[in-house]
């Protein structure tokens, strides 16, 4: 039997690496690796001085989504929903205000690839294999699926993966734009570990309000989105005086 902890963290100055280590199930998700995942997530959350969180997968896939075996095991759905209340991980992955980049390789399948949509960037192989499998299994996925990924792709294509459970390639994800790129296996950590070191020399504080402003102002009107902007420059010109 294995003890090795679902989750490990590194840390090299401004940037922290979270590998997700359940190789034997293919990263799955279980209920220790989502714990372990909050608390690295509030690391990265509360020490401004981690401008970069890389986020990948242990042995060969990225990550399968939940493990089906834990499904249905909590003592009631009432439980259950309050023990995601408490511990909302992926609302928690939402609000980062470092940059996140998920460098995926296999499989990132159901909440794999949900968290991958968590990140600010995908770095993939061109391999690598996207998909919702979720309505197939009856179920809704739960990582918020249906919100990113018409973000990302738009509603037609995420139509297809969410209600027909098309799979995408590292390639064809980096074509329409799932991906940033797509790079041979062989390439994956270097390109990632280069595109982390660029992101972490960009000023903290600069590097915070852009990620804001795009990640609030997309779901704001126009002069909303503009407003927010210059309260963003105003305040790092104040900082700068």
Not at 177 to 198: C, E, M, N, Q
Request: hydrophobic share 45%.
């Amino acid at each position: 039997m294995s003890f090795a902890p679902p989750v490990l963290l590194e840390r090299e100055g401004p940037i922290l690496t979270l590998t997700l280590n359940r190789p034997e199930v293919l990263n799955a998700y279980d209920r220790a690796m989502r714990d372990h995942v909050f608390e690295a997530l509030g690391l990265a959350s509360d020490d401004a001085s981690i401008r970069v969180l890389v986020v990948r997968g242990a042995g060969r896939a990225f990550s399968s989504g939940g493990d089906l075996s834990e499904f249905g095991t909590a003592p009631s759905p009432t439980r259950a929903r309050e023990v995601r209340q408490m511990r909302d991980v992926w609302g928690r992955w939402s609000r980062l205000p470092c940059v996140s980049i998920a460098a995926v390789h296999g499989i990132a399948a159901g909440g794999g690839l949900e968290m991958a949509l968590l990140c600010d960037q995908i770095i993939c192989t061109t391999d690598a294999r996207f998909g919702l499998p979720e309505t197939g299994l009856a179920l809704i996925p739960g990582v918020g699926g249906t919100q990113t990924l018409p973000r990302a792709i738009g509603l037609g294509r995420a139509a297809a993966m969410l209600l027909a459970g098309e799979w995408l390639t590292g390639t064809e994800a980096a074509r329409v734009g799932l991906a940033l790129r797509a790079v041979a296996p062989r390439r994956l950590g270097g390109v990632v570990a280069g595109l982390a070191r660029r992101l972490a020399a960009v000023d903290e504080g600069l590097l915070r309000g852009v990620k804001d402003c795009m990640r609030r102002g997309r779901d704001l009107p126009l002069a909303a989105g503009l407003a927010l902007e210059r309260r963003w420059a105003s305040a790092l010109r104040a900082r700068d005086r």
